[in-house]
């Protein structure tokens, strides 16, 4: 079974930065294999959303709202994954989960939709104050 854990949400003032950190864990996870990842958010009352993805060959993608300030990246062991948030606004604040696809697929047209991930982490707060 794989195991997904967000880590870093916080309360931050706008115009401010937060690093979130996606540790996976379990059988299907190889630390020498590489795994498309991706971030995704929930604010209340809204559906969750397509944040960033890093896919298994280091393709990355953004959604419009976030892109140029955050940037997703993977650590050195490859299966962990980061989300650096730079210029915070209150309307980035949401519960933002981690995301993993245990099925490699070739095509990037699989790497923004939810419901081609398989694995996913309990969420992390991030509350923006204006």
């Known amino acids: 079974q794989v195991h997904l854990v967000e880590s870093g949400g916080a309360l931050v003032q706008a115009g401010g930065s937060l690093r979130l950190s996606c540790a996976a864990s379990?059988?299907?996870?190889?630390?020498?294999?590489?795994?498309?990842m991706g971030w995704f958010r929930q604010a209340p009352g809204k559906e969750r959303e397509f944040v960033a993805t890093?896919?298994?060959?280091?393709?990355?993608d953004y959604a419009d709202s976030v892109k140029g300030r955050f940037t997703i990246s993977r650590g050195n062991a490859k299966n962990t994954v980061y989300l650096q948030m730079n210029s915070l606004k209150p309307e980035d604040a949401a519960v933002y989960y981690c995301?993993?696809?245990?099925?490699?697929?070739?095509?990037?047209?699989?790497?923004?939709?939810?419901?081609?991930?398989?694995?996913w982490g309990q969420g992390t707060q991030v509350t923006v104050s204006s």
């Open positions: 379990g059988r299907t996870f190889s630390t020498y294999t590489s795994y498309t």
């Open positions: 995301a993993a696809q245990t099925v490699r697929y070739y095509s990037s047209s699989y790497y923004r939709p939810q419901e081609s991930y398989d694995c």
């Open positions: 890093i896919s298994w060959s280091g393709t990355t």
